[in-house]
């Protein structure tokens, strides 16, 4: 029992000074957490912890909604959104996304993932060389990353880049014209150190 206090101490508090701006009901949950385990009903602690996890998650997910770029000249940006996804969902993990729109109904979405064992899945596909060059992939070096941009079409293309081999990022964009350059240029505008900051 001991050893089950230390680690969810231990991994909540990871979680805290992730994000120290989390509101005080979550401190407050999981002193609740830890005073129902010192109490011994461990499955009330549990709740609560787990509970606390959730909320922490949100807040992560929210936090990155919020690193997205400004829309540039002739695009109109739509509300970022930022959510935790639960295990049966790619494995589960947090994630954010920001679509863009310009006046010939073009569109683009920066979409990030992070916590989910299915990006570890993705990295060995873009570090085989096989993959990367595959069809119309095509294998780029992104802000020091690799990177694989797949072109479906002259107006159809997909970008994407582990980020230190644990966060995805992926920008996609439809009926533009020379998508793959579009998508590209997306990616340069996201600032890949607050990605960095919100999620080490």
Request: hydrophobic share 45%; glycine share 8%; aromatic share 6%.
């Given at each position: 029992?001991?050893?089950?206090?230390?680690?969810?101490?231990?991994?909540?508090?990871?979680l805290?000074?992730?994000?120290?701006?989390?509101?005080?009901?979550?401190?407050?949950?999981?002193?609740?957490?830890?005073?129902?385990?010192e109490?011994?009903?461990?499955?009330?602690?549990?709740?609560?912890?787990?509970?606390?996890?959730?909320?922490?998650?949100?807040?992560?997910?929210?936090?990155?909604?919020?690193?997205?770029?400004?829309?540039?000249?002739?695009?109109?940006?739509?509300?970022?959104?930022?959510?935790?996804?639960?295990?049966?969902?790619?494995?589960?993990?947090?994630?954010?996304?920001k679509s863009?729109?310009?006046?010939k109904?073009?569109?683009?979405?920066?979409?990030?993932?992070?916590?989910?064992?299915?990006?570890?899945?993705?990295?060995?596909?873009?570090?085989?060389p096989?993959?990367?060059?595959s069809?119309?992939?095509?294998?780029i070096?992104?802000?020091?990353?690799?990177?694989?941009?797949?072109?479906?079409?002259?107006?159809?293309?997909?970008?994407?880049?582990?980020?230190?081999?644990?966060?995805?990022?992926?920008?996609?964009?439809?009926?533009?014209?020379?998508?793959?350059?579009?998508v590209?240029?997306?990616?340069?505008?996201?600032d890949?150190?607050?990605?960095?900051q919100?999620?080490k």
């Amino acid at each position: 029992m001991k050893k089950f206090g230390v680690i969810c101490s231990v991994f909540l508090l990871s979680l805290c000074l992730a994000l120290p701006a989390a509101a005080d009901e979550i401190a407050d949950q999981i002193k609740q957490g830890l005073k129902f385990y010192e109490d011994g009903k461990i499955s009330q602690a549990l709740g609560e912890l787990e509970f606390a996890v959730a909320q922490l998650k949100q807040k992560k997910a929210e936090a990155l909604a919020k690193v997205f770029p400004q829309a540039p000249a002739g695009w109109q940006a739509q509300k970022s959104q930022g959510k935790s996804m639960g295990a049966g969902l790619m494995g589960g993990g947090i994630s954010a996304a920001k679509s863009y729109q310009n006046q010939k109904n073009g569109r683009v979405k920066i979409e990030i993932m992070t916590d989910s064992p299915f990006i570890q899945s993705l990295a060995m596909m873009l570090n085989n060389p096989m993959y990367a060059s595959s069809g119309n992939n095509k294998l780029i070096r992104f802000k020091g990353q690799k990177a694989v941009i797949k072109s479906r079409s002259e107006s159809k293309a997909e970008l994407q880049t582990i980020i230190d081999n644990k966060v995805l990022l992926k920008v996609s964009a439809r009926r533009v014209d020379d998508a793959a350059k579009v998508v590209r240029q997306f990616a340069e505008l996201v600032d890949l150190d607050k990605i960095r900051q919100l999620t080490k």
